[in-house]
């Protein structure tokens, strides 16, 4: 009998999937051709949920954007001996870009530009609850000043903090993000009860402003976790995320850069194209398959894994490294035959860690700038980086012409400096909705929201707008009107896109990091009594790591992960590195 290379397929050719190809091969060769190597992918490019695209003469991304925190990132290390981080392209800024250029503005429903005096205090507040969440402050090891200051967002803190140790009446256990939040809040509108209150600003009320800078900050949080609502974001794994330290940037030759240079290692024909997997059969046991698992391939000995793909071809395989995301995995263990299953089904521990997990919709808005728009500001040369403050989708106030998809979306700016196509994200419902709006809806939608909010924006930092600033501005102070117009838009639809269901992963409440473990579990796992074909199927993607999920760089951890698992298995059974 022929004795063949082991051969590993790896499903989906994004980040860890190409991660864990490039290792492999790079090993292998190293070895003397240890492996036989094959990558299949559904769609009809590489690079996954990475999608570098363009959009109005500018290079844009549909999905994953930033290097967070380039201190330790290996994707910032590749871009760096890539050359990929400067181009003499514009390219897309961070948010954060904004506040070096002083053209951030928060404006509240009805075109009223809020004064510093409202907005910033709730936003220090909304930092320093995240910070709470996220591990970075504990009032078990703050210093006692801290404690003991009078400070508004400190008092909030201390007193969410309480909560989520099961004081003042909350309970500790299965707390959500969301509630630690509104705790705060709570608290911090205790503590100011005696503010003046404010003018000019119609029937906003002070309290009002609050809770709806308070609600915009909690929608940016939703783009940062997908989570749809924060309520399903689980407390306690907060702590457990881990970032890189140092700026979270671009990268100017675009993120599938990255992509392409992984890829550029491996022989021509080893990324297969358009092999969407429809069924995985794999062996639980040795001698309890039916006779068409013995099948021999080629003439040589039969291998323990079976991928039958949607053109109806088959392929046979030792070990299957799988990187779908976890929205396809969702679908894999619900009685939706449509999609891509396991034959026999997975442990019920992995499918419950499946089903426990969460996985959200971030979608992006491109939106091009009709030539026709003009702001009439004395000083502000572009388009201004807005923050929007709503009435609550309930309120009286509302303006009846904005549709409620608009409602939780934040922020509109330029993707850099000068450029006439702007931006905006949408979470959950609303990014699910846009999927399935027409472009002539979404660009009414748009263009009446953002006019609403621009109606009266005429100046910022000059003297003149000093009351306007605060609310308080005069018919002549208001005298011009703007009137936003779009003249194309592109959206993303990663909730619909079958190959993905969703963007990124989350840890939600009565979820915890041991199913994101348990999510990278293989199958079987090793044993020595090798009662089955060991490692037959791995898993890696985002939603495997338990520290970076939700990160290209956790993709990239993971690939590593799976590719070193095999790597490790041949070198103890005496074929790697012989």
């Keep these: 009998m022929v004795i063949k290379k082991p051969k590993i397929v790896v499903i989906g050719a994004g980040m860890a999937g190409l991660?864990?190809?490039?290792?492999?091969?790079?090993?292998?060769?190293?070895?003397?051709?240890?492996?036989?190597?094959?990558?299949?992918?559904?769609?009809?490019?590489?690079?996954?949920?990475?999608?570098?695209?363009?959009?109005?003469?500018?290079?844009?991304?549909?999905?994953?954007?930033?290097?967070?925190?380039?201190?330790?990132?290996?994707?910032?290390?590749?871009?760096?001996e890539i050359n990929s981080?400067?181009?003499?392209?514009?390219?897309?800024?961070?948010?954060?870009?904004?506040?070096?250029?002083?053209?951030?503005?928060?404006?509240?429903?009805?075109?009223?530009?809020?004064?510093p005096s409202i907005v910033e205090p709730v936003t220090k507040l909304f930092k320093n609850l995240i910070d709470y969440c996220q591990g970075k402050k504990d009032t078990a090891t703050a210093s006692n000043g801290e404690l003991e200051s009078s400070?508004?967002?400190?008092?909030?803190?201390?007193?969410?903090c309480a909560a989520s140790k099961g004081g003042g009446g909350g309970s500790g256990k299965n707390l959500s993000v969301g509630s630690f939040l509104r705790?705060?809040?709570?608290?911090?509108?205790?503590?100011?009860?005696?503010?003046?209150?404010?003018?000019?600003?119609?029937?906003?009320?002070?309290?009002?402003?609050?809770?709806?800078?308070?609600?915009?900050?909690e929608n940016t949080e939703r783009t940062y976790t997908s989570a749809c609502d924060l309520m399903s974001l689980d407390y306690a794994t907060e702590s457990e995320y881990k970032v890189f330290p140092g700026e979270e940037i671009t990268i100017a030759k675009g993120y599938l850069?990255?992509?392409?240079?992984?890829?550029?290692?491996?022989?021509?024909?080893?990324?297969?194209?358009g092999k969407k997997v429809t069924k995985i059969e794999w062996q639980p046991q040795k001698g309890d398959s039916d006779d068409e698992r013995n099948i021999m391939e080629n003439g040589c000995c039969s291998r323990p894994v079976?991928?039958?793909?949607?053109?109806?071809?088959?392929?046979?395989?030792?070990?299957?490294?799988?990187?779908?995301?976890?929205?396809?995995?969702?679908?894999?263990?619900?009685?939706?035959?449509?999609?891509m299953f396991f034959s026999p089904p997975l442990p019920p521990s992995k499918a419950e860690a499946i089903s426990r997990l969460g996985f959200g919709v971030v979608n992006k808005l491109f939106m091009q700038l009709s030539p026709t728009t003009t702001l009439q500001h004395e000083q502000q040369q572009h388009f201004p980086f807005l923050q929007m403050v709503f009435h609550s989708p309930q309120s009286e106030m509302r303006h009846k012409n904005i549709p409620w998809w608009m409602r939780r979306t934040t922020t509109l700016f330029p993707i850099y400096n000068n450029s006439n196509v702007l931006l905006s994200w949408f979470v959950g419902e609303e990014a699910l909705a846009l999927e399935s709006l027409k472009d002539e809806e979404i660009l009414n939608g748009v263009s009446t929201t953002f006019s609403s909010f621009l109606s009266h924006y005429k100046c910022q930092n000059d003297s003149s707008s000093h009351n306007l600033c605060n609310g308080n501005g005069n018919s002549d102070e208001r005298?011009?009107?703007?009137?936003?117009?779009?003249?194309?838009?592109?959206?993303?639809?990663?909730?619909?896109?079958?190959?993905?269901?969703?963007?990124?992963?989350?840890?939600?409440?009565?979820?915890?990091?041991?199913?994101?473990?348990?999510?990278?579990?293989?199958?079987?796992?090793?044993?020595?009594?090798?009662?089955?074909?060991?490692?037959?199927?791995?898993?890696?993607?985002?939603?495997?790591?338990?520290?970076?999920?939700?990160?290209?760089?956790?993709?990239?951890?993971?690939?590593?992960?799976?590719?070193?698992?095999?790597?490790?298995?041949?070198?103890?059974?005496?074929?790697?590195?012989?």
């Excluded at 400070?151 to 969410?160: C, H, P």
Aim: proline residues 2%; hydrophobic residues 35%.
């Design 151 to 160: 400070s508004y967002y400190n008092i909030a803190a201390k007193a969410a």
């Design 257 to 273: 850069s990255i992509i392409e240079s992984l890829a550029s290692v491996l022989p021509q024909g080893t990324v297969q194209l």
């Design 479 to 578: 005298s011009h009107t703007n009137e936003v117009k779009f003249s194309k838009i592109l959206k993303s639809k990663w909730g619909t896109d079958p190959l993905f269901l969703g963007s990124y992963s989350y840890v939600a409440v009565g979820s915890s990091g041991e199913d994101l473990d348990t999510m990278a579990e293989p199958l079987p796992k090793d044993s020595i009594t090798f009662q089955a074909s060991p490692l037959q199927i791995l898993f890696a993607g985002e939603a495997t790591h338990r520290t970076h999920y939700s990160t290209t760089h956790g993709a990239y951890f993971s690939g590593l992960r799976e590719a070193n698992r095999l790597l490790q298995h041949y070198h103890c059974v005496g074929i790697y590195n012989n």
């Design 19 to 80: 991660t864990a190809a490039n290792k492999l091969y790079t090993a292998s060769t190293a070895s003397k051709d240890l492996f036989e190597l094959c990558v299949v992918e559904g769609g009809t490019r590489i690079g996954g949920r990475i999608n570098t695209s363009e959009f109005g003469g500018d290079r844009i991304e549909m999905g994953a954007t930033w290097i967070h925190g380039i201190e330790g990132s290996p994707l910032h290390k590749i871009a760096q």
């Design 183 to 217: 705790r705060g809040l709570d608290a911090y509108l205790g503590s100011v009860k005696e503010q003046e209150e404010v003018k000019g600003y119609g029937k906003w009320s002070r309290k009002l402003l609050e809770e709806a800078v308070f609600a915009m900050h």
């Design 306 to 339: 079976k991928l039958h793909f949607y053109d109806g071809s088959v392929m046979y395989a030792d070990h299957v490294i799988v990187t779908v995301s976890l929205g396809v995995l969702k679908a894999a263990i619900s009685d939706d035959d449509s999609g």
């Design 85 to 115: 981080l400067h181009s003499c392209q514009p390219w897309e800024c961070m948010d954060e870009n904004s506040d070096e250029n002083n053209t951030t503005i928060t404006i509240a429903e009805g075109g009223f530009q809020l004064h």
